[in-house]
């Protein structure tokens, strides 16, 4: 509306201007009598000009800026330190997601510390069968050849990620390389093993044999919203009291993945 105000005021002064030249020019009238209206015009389409340039928005640079920012992994995941005879089998997904808060350490912020809190859940499918008698859970393998459509650990974590950050980041540019790295402490929320076979169907929850604290380390690089993300557990799943022929189960895992962060 400013602007539309402006347009018709300046268009009107031009013409005030012209109109001006042509009285001196037609009637010989001596320029000096309208030297001060024209003076006047001029002036006033000048302050006009400048309070146009004074309207432009002007854009504020955040130089104090914060990665703050919501993340979400999708993983494969596999077992590792494996007692013989347990292996994998069907597909052993994971998904993280949570919030970290950016804490710059240097003058660019290039580099910071991240502290988060998330949720994570975890599918291992394998072939080690689990029963419970009188409350005692014993393990055992499913024997090779045995039909069965479900043999699957299901567990939802609380975690909380503690990370070291470096990235390329400006204030004005919020597409930058990126290596995260860190630990995470992860507390079990809930365990759900199933198996499903042609006889037989159960659940066994809330298993005392399973590590409740887990930490690992991870680290994730890339460019913007795409990284890739890699997990280990430092902490084996099963504590050392779960055995299978008198060998402790362990099973630590490897989660690889990618990463989105999103501001």
């Not at 012209?18 to 389409?45: E, G, R, T």
């Not at 990370?163 to 390329?168: A, D, G, I, L, P």
């Not at 430092?234 to 362990?250: C, D, M, R, V, Y």
């Amino acid at each position: 509306m400013i602007e539309q105000i402006y347009c018709l005021i300046s268009k009107l002064f031009k013409f005030s201007i012209y109109k001006c030249f042509f009285v001196i020019l037609s009637h010989k009238i001596k320029p000096m009598k309208f030297f001060l209206p024209i003076f006047l015009v001029f002036s006033a389409s000048t302050i006009f000009s400048q309070e146009k340039q004074l309207l432009s928005p002007i854009i504020a640079v955040d130089s104090l800026y914060r990665e703050d920012q919501f993340y979400l992994g999708l993983t494969y995941n596999s077992l590792f330190n494996k007692t013989s005879g347990i292996t994998q089998n069907k597909f052993s997904s994971g998904i993280t997601f949570g919030f970290l808060r950016d804490m710059p350490i240097n003058k660019s912020r290039t580099v910071a510390l991240g502290l988060g809190l998330g949720l994570s859940y975890n599918k291992c499918s394998q072939n080690l069968l689990l029963s419970e008698t009188n409350q005692t859970i014993s393990y055992t393998t499913i024997v090779s050849g045995v039909d069965y459509s479900k043999n699957k650990l299901d567990q939802y974590y609380l975690d909380v990620p503690l990370e070291f950050r470096w990235r390329t980041s400006t204030p004005e540019n919020h597409r930058f390389w990126r290596i995260y790295s860190g630990f995470k402490m992860s507390y079990l929320l809930w365990d759900n093993y199933v198996h499903i076979d042609s006889d037989t169907n159960y659940k066994i929850s809330k298993n005392d044999d399973l590590n409740k604290i887990q930490l690992g380390t991870y680290i994730a690089f890339g460019y913007n919203t795409w990284n890739f993300y890699a997990y280990y557990g430092l902490t084996p799943f099963f504590k050392s009291s779960a055995k299978i022929n008198n060998e402790s189960l362990g099973l630590n895992t490897l989660n690889i993945g990618l990463m989105f962060y999103i501001l």
